[in-house]
C-alpha cells in the first residue's frame, strides 16, 4: 500500500494537466482580442503615405513572385536589392513618396475641414459622427460610481444611527 501512495504521477498525466491548464488562459486571450476587434471601430481617413522602400517593393514584388520567390525570400531579395541601390536610383522612389505625402495631406485637410474626401478612384469617403454614447459614457460611468459611494454612505450612516440606538438600550 505505501507504494501506491508515494507513487509519482506518470509524464503523460502531467503533461496532459499541463496541456488542460494551458488550453484555459490561451482561449480568454483569443476571446479578449476577438472581442476588442468587434468594439474598435474601422479607421476612417485617407491612407497614409508609402515610404521610398515601400514604392520600391511594390514595384519590385511582382518581379521576384514572377522568379519563382515567395514571402520570406521576397523580401530578403527585396531588401538586399535596396540597400544596395544607389542614392541615384533611390531618387525615382523618394519622388513618388513625396507626391504621396501631398496627396495625404490635401485629403487629410479637406477630411478635417469638410468631413470628407475624395480617393484617388474616386471614393467619396465621409467622417463618422461621433456617437453620444462613447464621450458620454465614461462621464456616466463617473456619476454612476459617486451615486454608488453616496449610497454606501448613506447606509453607513443608516448601520451607525441603529448601531446608536441599540447602545442607548
Partial sequence: MDKK???????KDVKADARSKSKSPKKEKEKAKESSKKDSPAK?????PLTPYFHFLAEQ?????????????????AGKMWSSMSAQDKNKFEELNK?????????????????????ADGTKVVK??????????????KKKDAD????????????GSDSDSEDDD
Fill in 99 to 119: 507626391k504621396d505625402k501631398t496627396r495625404y495631406e490635401r485629403e487629410l485637410k479637406d477630411f478635417n475641414e469638410k468631413g470628407y474626401f475624395i480617393n
Fill in 148 to 159: 454608488k459611494g453616496k449610497k454606501n454612505d448613506k447606509k453607513k450612516k443608516k448601520a
Fill in 128 to 141: 463618422p459622427k461621433e456617437e453620444k454614447g462613447k464621450s458620454d459614457a465614461k462621464k456616466d460611468g
Fill in 44 to 48: 476612417v481617413g485617407p491612407k497614409k
Fill in 61 to 77: 514584388r511582382q518581379i521576384l513572385t514572377d522568379k519563382g520567390l515567395k514571402g520570406k525570400e521576397i523580401m530578403s531579395e
Fill in 5 to 11: 501512495l508515494n507513487k509519482k504521477p506518470s509524464t
